[in-house]
């Protein structure tokens, strides 16, 4: 049966496709609608940061550099030809030197403001802030090329360059001056955690430029000058060894986020002395905040009858071989490694080869492969005859393993 349509309904047909092709563009609308709305929120969702890059520590041995010496060809040519002929294959080269100074120009804000003083605050252009070595850049990509290992040395609370630009920041005299020490020289307050930001933030530019270690110097308190006339601003309850231990924790979480290496350097008394020698380090709660710990066991700087050593100076190999041994001892059960300075520089007396190499020496029958030579001059005069002997040394213990794994002649059998 074919239904009859009226004219009514043909006349209404129209009228009932523009509502049904109205509602069709209306969820066509809604439905882009929906998807033009998700897409900012999808937006605004940050991505997912990588990973931080994990830290790559070598078995470093290492000679230190200044950031004039990193600035000068002749020099760099004479370094990186000791280098070549030599076990030497990292460099320790200062971003921010004990007197303050940054080696080369920086990007942190409180740096740019130090240097915007250069022509008005004579520290700051007596130590050369900012333009020790100005292509930096250039010899961070040679060291890769070669791969030699830059280690940043950073010094952190001996600074007279900062504080003369923000005095707020300084260690300050009684009367409310700046302190100075003997050689007046103002200082950075360990309290103040301005400072502690300050030095971090230096640390992680330098990563960025290619640094894989940053090494903290002076982590302490002042040891000379008028003591007693010390004033610290914003000074907590916390012990000074707290302070010191407190900052490391703080550099750490940030240079590890940045991908470095962190270590630092302490007095090699530090391995004798039971408490914090009045400047804020002692060597086991240090060694829990780094992943390297730098004693400076330089000979010269041990007394007369340490360790029962009449003079240590004279005696390098059996100095530095019992403050090692003491200094394992002292961090162990950390995850923390020795990594020695060593005496490269003459003092109480003139060193040679074989004194060097009896530090190098002490320093491996310690069962550690990894040290750091000091000249403050950067001449490494000696050096490479000290590894000389290394050579000779090694050539004779291996001759010696190879007589005693040799069997005999066998003896004959006796007769019945």
Sequence with gaps: MT????????????LMS???????????????????????????QKPTPPP???????????????????????????????IDKTPLNAVVIDVKDSDGAITYKSDVPLAKEVMAHKGKVKEIGQYGY????????????????????????????????MPRVRPEYAV????????????????????????????????????KKGFKEIQWDYVRFPTDGKLLNMAFPGKTQTPPPQVINEFLKFAKERVHKAGGVMSADIFGLTVLSKNDMGIGQTIRSIAEHVDYICPMVYPSHYNRGE?????????????????????????????CKIRPWLQNFNLQSKYRAPDIWAQIKAARDNGINEYLLWDPNNRYTHTAEAFKLQEIAEAKEKKQKQVAAKPGPETAPKPN
């Design 52 to 82: 931080a890059p994990k830290p790559e520590p070598i078995e470093a041995r290492a000679i230190y550099i200044t950031g004039w010496t990193a600035s000068g060809k002749k020099s760099m040519e004479r370094i990186m030809a000791l």
């Design 130 to 161: 900012g333009s020790r070595a100005p292509k930096i850049d250039n010899l961070m990509a040679e060291l890769k090329k070669r791969d030699i290992y830059p280690i940043a040395r950073l010094a952190v609370f001996a600074d007279d360059c």
């Design 18 to 44: 523009l509502l049904l092709l109205q509602g069709c563009t209306k969820t066509v609308s809604m439905v882009g609608s929906t998807a033009s709305t998700a897409a900012p929120d999808a937006a605004k």
């Design 3 to 14: 239904k009859k349509i009226t004219p009514l309904a043909l006349a209404a047909a129209p």
């Design 307 to 335: 360790y029962g050593i009449p003079n240590p100076d004279r005696a390098p190999y059996k100095t530095v071989f019992v403050s090692l041994r003491d200094g394992k001892e002292r961090i162990k059960g950390t995850d």
């Design 172 to 207: 300050k005299r009684k009367d409310g001056g700046i302190w100075e020490n003997r050689k007046r020289e103002a200082w950075a307050n360990p309290y103040k955690k301005e400072v502690w930001e300050y030095n971090v933030a230096l640390a992680e530019e330098a990563i």
